[in-house]
Nanobody
Framework: QVQLVESGGGLVQAGGSLRLSCAAS????????VAWFRQAPGRDREFVGVIGWSGMIRNPEYADFVKGRFTISRDDAKNTAYLQMTSLKPEDTALYYCAAGGVGSDAPVQYAHWGQGTQVTVSS
């Protein structure tokens, strides 16, 4: 069973950048899709993007609001996935989660393994 822990969140001014990490333990992350979701107060959990498992020839996929600002990557040697965020906006403020599962999807129910979340706050 794989456990996930997010880190790298914090306070940043609008237009700034953050890199979030999703560190896995207990099991290799190499055979999982890894997705990022976010949830702001009073809102439902929202899909951010997803990357395929190691060895797949498939580009990461992103929600429309990303518009080239975010990049998902993975480093299987470190058993870690990343979300690089640039040009951050106040509306990006949310608790960001990583999730792992056997298929790539924008639906939270498709992911069996979740981290605890890391807070991203973007000031105006």
């Amino acid at each position: 069973q794989v456990q996930l822990v997010e880190s790298g969140g914090g306070l940043v001014q609008a237009g700034g950048s953050l890199r979030l990490s999703c560190a896995a333990s207990g099991r290799s992350l190499s055979n999982y899709y890894v997705a990022w979701f976010r949830q702001a107060p009073g809102r439902d959990r929202e899909f951010v993007g997803v990357i395929g498992w190691s060895g797949m020839i498939r580009n990461p996929e992103y929600a429309d609001f990303v518009k080239g600002r975010f990049t998902i990557s993975r480093d299987d040697a470190k058993n870690t996935a990343y979300l690089q965020m640039t040009s951050l906006k106040p509306e990006d403020t949310a608790l960001y989660y990583c999730a792992a599962g056997g298929v790539g999807s924008d639906a939270p129910v498709q992911y069996a393994h979740w981290g605890q979340g890391t807070q991203v706050t973007v000031s105006s």
